[in-house]
Structure formats: structure tokens, C-alpha cells
T-cell receptor
Framework: GQNIDQPTEMTATEGAIVQINCTYQ??????LFWYQQHAGEAPTFLSY????GLEEKGRFSSFLSRSKGYSYLLLKELQMKDSASYLC????????????FGAGTTVTVRA | DGGITQSPKYLFRKEGQNVTLSCEQNLNHDAMYWYRQDPGQGLRLIYY???????QKGDIAEGYSVSREKKESFPLTVTSAQKNPTAFYLC????????????FGSGTQLSVL
């Protein structure tokens, strides 16, 4: 199985930058996903990393280091609507390519 | 517009009762999944299906059952054997062309009366 760790909560100010870290332990790494979930709603896809490096998509960027079992999601120019839970998920080819999810990081953006 | 529809949004179960959660998708995805979400925990996989008429147990299948008679539909039954059914249930689908990224429904909140 996988151990996926991410901080429980983070708070930041509108317009600031927040970095959400995710560490994982898996034997057959085959991709890492970040999802955003507003309370009581469906998670929505944010990013996918399978190779080392930084993927940038507008205000959101995601980084992966496979050797360190580490990823982060960077949220820039924070807006109030970014207040949500951010889920890190890892796919393991030795687990039939199923996704395992971390518990999520709740980000609160303050005015 | 294509998407995944879950119903109902809220569901209440009495002791000893079986209840069925509906999940329908018109994305033409082959793979469908059911996850359970509890506060402070990650999503946990209950069952998944990669093709019609075939499904596999996930990590927490006990007390649940599914069917996949049509590509578009993947209903989940929470049986009386599931002693702690109160949770938020999410249905999802995926296809290989999108790196198997998951598209989620809006969820069903199940509570026990």
C-alpha cells in the first residue's frame, strides 16, 4: 500500500502564495494527481505529474520529485474562491494502477 | 453536456435496511469507481469496474455490493452488513486517454436514522 502524507490545514491571505506538500511511499509509482474539493462538492482535477519537474497551469503549479517521493502544489495570487480542500493522489502500478488518496489539506484564504 | 450524475444528494438509512446509490455517466468512459469519504481521511475505494459485467473489490468492499449491467450505470448498494455507513459517497469514471484521471459525481451524503 501507499503512505500519503499532507498537512491537515493551511491558512493564507488573499493575494499571497501557498505551497501544499505531499510525500508518498510506493513501490510502483505511476503518476501523481492533485484535486480540488469544495465542501460538499465533487473533487475536480487540477494537475497530473508522472515525470520529475514543474507543471505550470495558470495560478496553479505542481512539482514532482520521484527520487524523494515528494510533490507540492503551489497556489499563487490566492483568491477567496481558492478556499477548499486539496487532495494528493498517487497511482501505483503494483496496485493495479488504482489511485490512493491523502487525507487532504484544507486551505483557508483570509481577506 | 457530458458528466456524472449521482442521486440522491442526501439519503437516510434505517437500521437493517439496504439502500442503493445511483451513478450514471454519459462520458462514454469504460472505468467507473465508488469511493467513500470520511472526515479527516482520504478517499477510500469501495469497488471499481473497468468494463461492463465485470467489477473488482477495492480496499473496503465489505458491506457493499455493485452491478455493472450497462456502461453508463454503476449503482452501489449499502447493505445492512455495513455497520458504519454514514459517509459521503463519490462515484467517478475515467478513460485511458486522459491518463485515467478521475471525473467525479457530486456525491451522496448517507446518514443513519
Amino acid at each position: 500500500g501507499q503512505n500519503i502524507d499532507q498537512p491537515t490545514e493551511m491558512t493564507a491571505t488573499e493575494g499571497a502564495i501557498v505551497q501544499i506538500n505531499c510525500t508518498y511511499q510506493t513501490s510502483g509509482f505511476n503518476g501523481l494527481f492533485w484535486y480540488q474539493q469544495h465542501a460538499g462538492e465533487a473533487p475536480t482535477f487540477l494537475s497530473y505529474n508522472v515525470l520529475d519537474g514543474l507543471e505550470e497551469k495558470g495560478r496553479f503549479s505542481s512539482f514532482l520529485s520521484r527520487s524523494k517521493g515528494y510533490s507540492y502544489l503551489l497556489l499563487k495570487e490566492l483568491q477567496m474562491k481558492d478556499s477548499a480542500s486539496y487532495l494528493c493522489a498517487v497511482r501505483d502500478v503494483l496496485n493495479r494502477d488504482k489511485l490512493s488518496f491523502g487525507a487532504g489539506t484544507t486551505v483557508t484564504v483570509r481577506a | 453536456d457530458g458528466g456524472i450524475t449521482q442521486s440522491p444528494k442526501y439519503l437516510f438509512r434505517k437500521e437493517g435496511q439496504n439502500v442503493t446509490l445511483s451513478c450514471e455517466q454519459n462520458l462514454n468512459h469504460d472505468a467507473m469507481y465508488w469511493y467513500r469519504q470520511d472526515p479527516g481521511q482520504g478517499l477510500r475505494l469501495i469497488y471499481y469496474s473497468q468494463i461492463v459485467n465485470d467489477f473488482q473489490k477495492g480496499d473496503i468492499a465489505e458491506g457493499y455490493s455493485v452491478s455493472r449491467e450497462k456502461k453508463e450505470s454503476f449503482p452501489l448498494t449499502v447493505t445492512s452488513a455495513q455497520k458504519n455507513p454514514t459517509a459521503f459517497y463519490l462515484c467517478a469514471s475515467s478513460r485511458p486517454q486522459d491518463n485515467e484521471k478521475l471525473f467525479f459525481g457530486s456525491g451522496t451524503q448517507l446518514s443513519v436514522l
